[in-house]
T-cell receptor
């Protein structure tokens, strides 16, 4: 099993550009989530999904869109990147009944100039 | 906003020393979790606690679910260089969401 995979590993964008961060898991987990990590702030939940076709907002959803068309994939879209979105982004997955026990991907480091 | 406060924010200790860190919440949690993040990696779950007063060990790590349900503690005994990383507490404030503390950065001097 590859676990949770994220691409790209690093990305530099200019303000106003759009892009999609990819996340996939091969553990047949129902629950998937996206976090951003900023220095001293811990991890903050952006969006999450409890199954294909179902998504919901987390603590800091503004500026980000998600969709969940399959169990395996949960892409995160930045429609118009802003410098405030410079961060490290982590995707995670788990069984729905044990959603606290999440498996994290390796992260994507995004810089917006 | 963030509901979990971790202390200390950072620790620089000598190899072999014991380590203690804690996490407090403004509200009651039914679950407490401790994750570790190594440089350049995503967090990894260390210990999950589901019952007030529960004491659980994972090797040299021991975590406790506070009786008030508003705090949790993590102890590391006889630290080694590979213990270096950021330790996060986490818990579910409501619904299907997980909230993380700001982390305790641990540095170990050989």
């Amino acid at each position: 099993n590859a676990g949770v995979t994220q691409t790209p590993k690093f990305q530099v964008l200019k303000t106003g550009q759009s892009m999609t961060l990819q996340c996939a898991q091969d553990m047949n987990h129902e629950y998937m989530s996206w976090y951003r990590q900023d220095p001293g702030m811990g991890l903050r939940l952006i969006h999450y999904s409890v199954g294909a076709g179902i998504t919901d907002q987390g603590e800091v959803p503004n500026g980000y869109n998600v969709s969940r068309s399959t169990t395996e994939d949960f892409p995160l879209r930045l429609l118009s990147a802003a410098p405030s979105q410079t961060s490290v982004y982590f995707c995670a997955s788990s069984r729905l009944l044990t959603y606290n026990e999440q498996f994290f991907g390796p992260g994507t480091r995004l810089t917006v100039l | 906003g963030q509901q979990l406060n971790q202390s200390p924010q950072s620790m620089f200790i000598q190899e072999g020393e014991d380590v203690s860190m804690n996490c407090t919440s403004s509200s009651i949690f039914n679950t407490w979790l401790w994750y570790k993040q190594e440089p350049g990696e995503g967090p990894v779950l260390l210990i999950a606690l589901y019952k007030a007063g529960e004491l659980t060990s994972n090797g040299r790590l021991t975590a406790q679910f506070g009786i008030t349900r508003k705090d949790s503690f993590l102890n590391i005994s006889a630290s080694i260089p590979s213990d270096v990383g950021i330790y996060f507490c986490a818990g579910p404030p409501a619904g299907n969401m997980l909230t993380f503390g700001g982390g305790t950065r641990l540095m170990v001097k050989p």
